[in-house]
């Protein structure tokens, strides 16, 4: 059974919210198939003017899952699963995907993603207003990549479940630490809507 739990805010605005089992493992399997079958790149830093290929501020490959008849069930599972967690704790006027979805994976070659926001590098794309990211990987096959959230002076480390799934503000700063042994993957997804104002 799914649910959702959240994180007591650390002002008035709410810092994230998790969805837990929104996948089972069948499910997990063949996102997993899906993303390994697609060409990878290596990933990249978006800003407004370019996109950076640097190892200094990420190291990972990805690949992207489009809607298609193939993956609309996955797309229809986290268009449920986002509009409940958007109408429970953030209220965020969206409008949907603009993004295809991005299927990540960090090795133990110490790949990694350092601070950073999930910003779009269109100046006609709508914003991106909410990013979540479904952990397809048991803890238990990597060491470090942890997810990180920098909501005050320091950062916090979130959970390590397989078929968790986090939400939280595109503008939150987060990384994902160093992968030290193993394989992490996951599918990381944005929301996008009209600008704020």
């Known amino acids: 059974m799914s649910f959702y739990t959240f994180a007591p805010p650390p002002t008035s605005e709410q810092a994230y919210a998790s969805w837990e089992n929104g996948f089972n493992e069948d499910q997990i399997q063949q996102i997993i198939s899906i993303g390994e079958s697609l060409d990878f790149k290596e990933g990249e830093i978006d800003t407004v003017s370019d996109s950076i290929k640097s190892s200094k501020f990420r190291k990972s490959k990805i690949s992207w899952i489009s809607l298609t008849s193939n993956t609309s069930w996955l797309y229809d599972s986290f268009a449920y699963i986002a509009r409940r967690l958007n109408g429970q704790f953030f209220n965020f006027d969206v409008s949907g995907f603009f993004d295809d979805f991005q299927y990540t994976v960090y090795t133990s070659d110490n790949d990694y993603y350092d601070w950073h926001i999930d910003q779009t590098n269109s100046l006609f794309a709508p914003p991106r207003k909410l990013s979540l990211v479904l952990q397809l990987s048991d803890p238990s ?9 920098m909501l005050n002076a320091d950062p916090i480390k ?3 479940e397989k078929g968790l799934i986090y939400m939280f503000p ?26 704020f104002r």
Do not use: F, M, N
Request: net charge positive.
């Open 141 to 149: 096959e990597y060491e470090g990549g942890d997810l990180e959230l």
């Open 170 to 195: 595109s503008w939150t700063l987060h990384r994902v630490t160093p992968v030290t042994k193993g394989i992490r993957r996951t599918l990381v997804v944005w929301v996008a809507g009209p600008k």
């Open 158 to 160: 979130l959970k390590k």
